[in-house]
T-cell receptor, first 115, second 114 residues
Framework: DSGVTQTPKHLITATGQRVTLRCSPR?????VYWYQQSLDQGLQFLIQ???????AKGNILERFSAQQFPDLHSELNLSSLELGDSALYFC??????????????FGPGTRLTVL | DQQVKQNSPSLSVQEGRISILNCDYT??????FLWYKKYPAEGPTFLIS?????DKNEDGRFTVFLNKSAKHLSLHIVPSQPGDSAVYFC?????????????FGTGTRLKVLA
């Protein structure tokens, strides 16, 4: 158990809909990262937050947005969903966010299926 | 453009032998490289990292070698154990605007045969 929790575990929805994925980082971790893993693909970095502020952006679509709240939990919002958005979405956390070898602790992921 | 490549999707090794997982990269700005292990239905877990100023880092049965001139790194597991069977991801980080951006490879599925 990494200490990072993600809800829900599974989500099935229809094209055009909007969903929210939730992540609670490990106690004491200030950074939260979101990743997308599509079938047979590596982990695609989406976005990082550090202590409530956006720190780095990866390949995140404009239809997607995220935020980190004062209690440090984070939400990833996916809107106007398309079939290609079906994937595993991982959240990770780390103590800091400014070192390249920060060990990231990953949650178990949310499996999103768009029908 | 895949900046971090793991060209072998799978690898089978006999228990007790050495497992060698390879990773190639294209961006010379990467300054840290990390390996993560992932079991089914779980998130990845950190294994070992190496700074670009080093050529080797060892932690128990796991050793990572970095060849900067070839832009190549490898993870050696000796001796391999059945519990090592998992998907291994290579990742690289590059500094960007006061923070770091992480690029992951597509993974190599290791199967250790008893």
């Amino acid at each position: 158990d990494s200490g990072v929790t993600q809800t829900p575990k599974h989500l099935i929805t229809a094209t055009g809909q909007r969903v929210t994925l939730r992540c609670s980082p490990r106690s004491g971790d200030l950074s939260v990262y979101w990743y997308q893993q599509s079938l047979d693909q590596g982990l695609q970095f989406l976005i990082q937050y550090y202590n409530g502020e956006e720190r780095a952006k990866g390949n995140i679509l404009e239809r997607f947005s995220a935020q980190q709240f004062p209690d440090l939990h984070s939400e990833l919002n996916l809107s106007s969903l398309e079939l290609g958005d079906s994937a595993l979405y991982f959240c990770a956390s780390s103590v800091g966010g400014t070192s390249g070898d920060n060990e990231q602790f990953f949650g178990p992921g949310t499996r999103l299926t768009v029908l | 453009d895949q900046q971090v490549k793991q060209n072998s999707p799978s690898l089978s090794v006999q228990e007790g032998r050495i497992s060698i997982l390879n990773c190639d990269y294209t961006n010379s700005m990467f300054d840290y490289f990390l390996w993560y292990k992932k079991y089914p239905a779980e998130g990845p877990t950190f294994l070992i990292s190496i700074s670009s100023i080093k050529d080797k880092n060892e932690d128990g049965r796991f050793t990572v070698f970095l060849n900067k001139s070839a832009k190549h790194l490898s993870l050696h597991i000796v001796p391999s154990q059945p519990g090592d069977s998992a998907v291994y991801f290579c990742a690289a980080s590059a500094p960007r605007s006061g923070t770091y951006k992480y690029i992951f490879g597509t993974g190599t599925r290791l199967k250790v045969l008893a």
